[in-house]
T-cell receptor, first 111, second 115 residues
Framework: RKEVEQDPGPFNVPEGATVAFNCTYS??????FFWYRQDCRKEPKLLMS???SGNEDGRFTAQLNRASQYISLLIRDSKLSDSATYLC????????????FGKGTSLLVTP | DAGVIQSPRHEVTEMGQEVTLRCKPI?????LFWYRQTMMRGLELLIY????????DSGMPEDRFSAKMPNASFSTLKIQPSEPRDSAVYFC?????????????FGPGTRLLVL
């Protein structure tokens, strides 16, 4: 079982829609959580960190549920420019230092 | 500020040839990571350096792969001999703090095609 699992999608949504992605992780000792964004043929870039209390950055909201071991990302008022692959990333000190990347969820926002 | 720099950006080679990928991390970053990305397997960590010292190379596929970091501003990933199954995008990333739990900044990647 992979440490981080995501629905690969693709999620096809119209502009202005709200879309949510979930991700589950297997290691209950995980301590750090992130969402990265990867555009086609580009490198992954940090979108936002995910904190236990949940956090918001503009149209993006991230939530962490430690009890159920899942992380969510909500995108409100989708823009065409939001089209990308969203990678769920989990880290824990038990693995020493490694961040475990999910395979990503593909989002396509259409006009 | 310059980000992580990788070269070459694209590499096409024939099976059996040696391939060397290069990376310059962000100045002042203490940790450097090499990843490989394929459609089938996603992003896989190959090796991690902290303060130029290899900490964990358990992700390196086999003896054909080797990585070095002779100083804080340069690292190489070498494949010898290369095989078609090595075709992938290879990313280098760096982070400020040791431990690998901090934000990692990725380079643009090297697209490798082994024929």
């Amino acid at each position: 079982r992979k440490e981080v699992e995501q629905d690969p999608g693709p999620f096809n949504v119209p502009e202005g829609a709200t879309v949510a992605f979930n991700c589950t992780y297997s290691n209950s000792a995980s301590q750090s959580f992130f969402w990265y964004r990867q555009d086609c043929r580009k490198e992954p870039k940090l979108l936002m960190s995910v904190y236990s209390s949940g956090n918001e950055d503009g149209r993006f909201t991230a939530q962490l549920n430690r009890a159920s071991q899942y992380i969510s990302l909500l995108i409100r008022d989708s823009k065409l420019s939001d089209s990308a692959t969203y990678l769920c990333v989990v880290g824990n000190s038990n693995s020493g230092y490694a961040l475990n990347f999910g395979k990503g969820t593909s989002l396509l926002v259409t006009p | 500020d310059a980000g992580v720099i990788q070269s070459p950006r694209h590499e096409v080679t024939e099976m059996g040839q040696e391939v060397t990928l290069r990376c310059k991390p962000i100045s002042g970053h203490n940790s450097l990571f090499w990843y490989r990305q394929t459609m089938m397997r996603g992003l896989e960590l190959l090796i991690y350096f902290n303060n130029n010292v290899p900490i964990d190379d358990s992700g390196m596929p086999e003896d054909r792969f080797s990585a070095k970091m002779p100083n804080a501003s340069f690292s190489t990933l070498k494949i010898q001999p290369s095989e078609p199954r090595d075709s992938a995008v290879y990313f280098c990333a760096s982070s400020l703090e040791a431990g690998g739990l901090e934000t990692q900044y990725f380079g643009p990647g090297t697209r490798l095609l082994v024929l």
